[in-house]
């Protein structure tokens, strides 16, 4: 009665995704709309070809970084979002992003560091070469997504801004702008939504600054212009639509812990045996993966990137630590 | 206000009313057949059928002030259907939480229920639930006696504030509590009002007695 419609396709390459007529015509296109800015109103028409604008990556060879479940399809990836910025229903964010203006932008560097001060979108597209990741992404709420992410890792910005031995944390601070965010009229959290890490968790290989998905340049509701991934941990970590990084010695405030502490921990790190105090966390449904009537699929430890990170968290009590 | 009487009263007024009720099943159902629900099937259907129960819920107690307020006698016909389609749409709720979210695993199913107060709490309205369906025909109130049988039925009131609770700790894990306080807000009113009219005279003709001795 209830067959998946469509679903049954795997998407791996950005190619394979984009049929090269079609990339090849969006090209011709923006080619087009080059000279046109040329010519006439030049910041509104760069913004209307950066929302489809290609970002490829070459596939990462680092260990974990691709994943071989099947991808979430895009639609769904862009449709089904927690982005409470823009509303906290989740198809809100795609209804309202659009609003939101991803050039100028400009990420603060602050705090522990020898090299702080501003760094533009368009350096920090630079800054490392960019790559295809495949990541499993668990949401705290019981629900995942595959997702082909394009960006590097944070560790080659942190490098770049060389932190001091004073910088034990890294916090994310997220754009809060009345003017383009209808979500910031609700006080369901505090604004601006922060998030943050030890500096070794920021430094692992596998957190990843996300600039574009599925081999475009990230689309507005899924955190544009740049957005934190950090795949063994619950989806609300990876902060959206990054202002500002602040290394400090302190552990810091982050905005869901700050709403409800017993619920919501410091390190949020996937674990299926320990429960959301609303809902077990031993299971997830994979959205995207077919029926109605699909088996929920258990939730692996750290998200099943315990081979790459557990280390750091030896001989922690990850219940106490949750 | 005649008018508006011989509309409560006229005899298609109960299947119309029993063809709307049945409208949001049906656009489920369309959206399940069609692939509509959206990236998360299982959580909108399990969601809306929860929606219904409320919305139901509100409805059935709206009968009694409304009909108070408006001196329209005849729409205490409706009272029945109206809970009787709460009743159906929480046992849908529960059949969809069990079958989707659950995959019919009993074992999981009496675990997740003990162990997450917000499930308790939903699973102990629909239990209280069941016995009002049951006594809703009208042998059942000459078996059991018009007094006993609207003891047994104030048991809504305890439904409505465990639904509530039901939903305010389902939203309490996101903080969401724009449409929770909207709930609240009307089965207030409809209580409060109860309340008021049960409590209310006694009380103030307490204070008045108290105040003739003064």
Redesign the interface.
């Known amino acids: 009665m209830l067959l998946p419609k469509d679903r049954g396709f795997i998407h791996r390459m950005p190619s394979e995704i984009t049929p090269r007529a079609v990339f090849e015509q969006r090209r011709l296109l923006l080619a087009g709309l080059g000279t046109l800015a040329a010519l006439g109103s030049r910041r509104a028409l760069a913004q209307g070809a950066d929302r489809s604008a290609p970002l490829s990556g070459a596939r990462s060879t680092l260990p974990g970084a691709v994943t071989m479940d099947k991808a979430t399809p895009l639609a769904e990836v862009t449709s089904y979002n927690n982005f409470y910025e823009f509303g906290t229903d989740k198809s809100d964010p795609a209804r309202h992003a659009h609003t939101l203006k991803t050039r100028p932008w400009t990420v603060a560097i602050e705090g522990e560091v020898k090299k702080a001060g501003p760094i533009g979108i368009d350096e920090l597209l630079k800054l490392g070469a960019m790559e295809e990741r495949v990541y499993r992404l668990r949401c705290v709420e019981g629900w995942s997504m595959v997702i082909p992410w394009v960006g590097y890792s944070l560790a080659q910005l942190i490098r770049r801004v060389e932190p001091t031995s004073n910088a034990k944390f890294v916090q994310f601070v997220t754009l809060a702008d009345r003017a383009q965010m209808p979500g910031l009229n609700s006080s369901v959290l505090q604004w601006p939504y922060v998030e943050a890490m030890r500096i070794d968790e920021a430094m692992h290989p596998l957190s990843m600054l996300a600039f574009g998905l599925y081999g475009q340049v990230l689309p507005n509701q899924n955190g544009a212009p740049v957005r934190l991934v950090v795949p063994w941990k619950y989806g609300f970590k990876s902060a959206k639509s990054i202002v500002k990084i602040r290394f400090v010695e302190q552990q810091p405030a982050t905005s869901w812990s700050l709403a409800a502490p017993e619920e919501y921990g410091f390190y949020s790190n996937v674990n299926p045996s320990v429960d959301h105090p609303r809902w077990s966390q031993a299971t997830e449904r994979r959205i995207g993966a077919g029926d109605l009537f699909a088996k929920k699929r258990p939730t692996l430890m750290f998200n099943g990137y315990e081979a790459q990170v557990a280390s750091m968290y030896a001989g922690m009590d990850l219940k106490k630590s949750f | 206000m005649s008018s508006a009487r011989s509309l409560l009263q006229h005899p298609a007024a109960k299947p119309v009313l029993f063809a709307l009720a049945l409208l949001p099943l049906t656009l489920l159902v369309m959206g399940?057949?069609r692939?509509a629900l959206?990236?998360?099937?299982?959580?909108a259907?399990i969601r809306s059928l929860g929606d219904w129960t409320l919305r139901f819920l509100c409805l059935t107690l709206a009968i009694t002030p409304l009909r108070h307020w408006t001196g329209l006698a005849a729409l205490a016909r409706f009272r029945r259907m109206l809970g009787l389609f709460a009743a159906f749409y929480a046992s849908l709720h529960f059949c969809s939480y069990a079958?989707?979210?659950m995959?019919l695993d009993w074992n999981d199913i009496v675990r997740?229920v003990a162990?997450?107060p917000?499930i308790l709490v939903g699973t102990l309205a629909l239990l209280l639930m069941l016995p009002l369906a049951a006594t809703s025909f009208n042998r059942a109130i000459r078996a059991l006696g018009a007094a006993r049988w609207q003891l047994l039925h104030r048991l809504i009131y305890v439904i409505a504030g465990l639904a509530i609770l039901h939903f305010f700790?389902?939203r309490?894990?996101?903080?969401?509590f724009?449409e929770v306080a909207v709930y609240a807000s009307i089965l207030g009113v409809l209580l409060g009002w109860r309340m008021v009219k049960a409590i209310g005279p006694r009380y103030f003709m307490k204070l008045g007695s108290q105040s003739a001795k003064g």
């Not at chain 2, 309490?172 to 969401?176: L, T, V, W």
């Open positions: 399940v057949l692939d959206g990236p998360n099937p299982a959580e259907l079958v989707f979210d995959g997740d162990k997450r917000f700790w389902m309490a894990a996101k903080r969401n724009a």
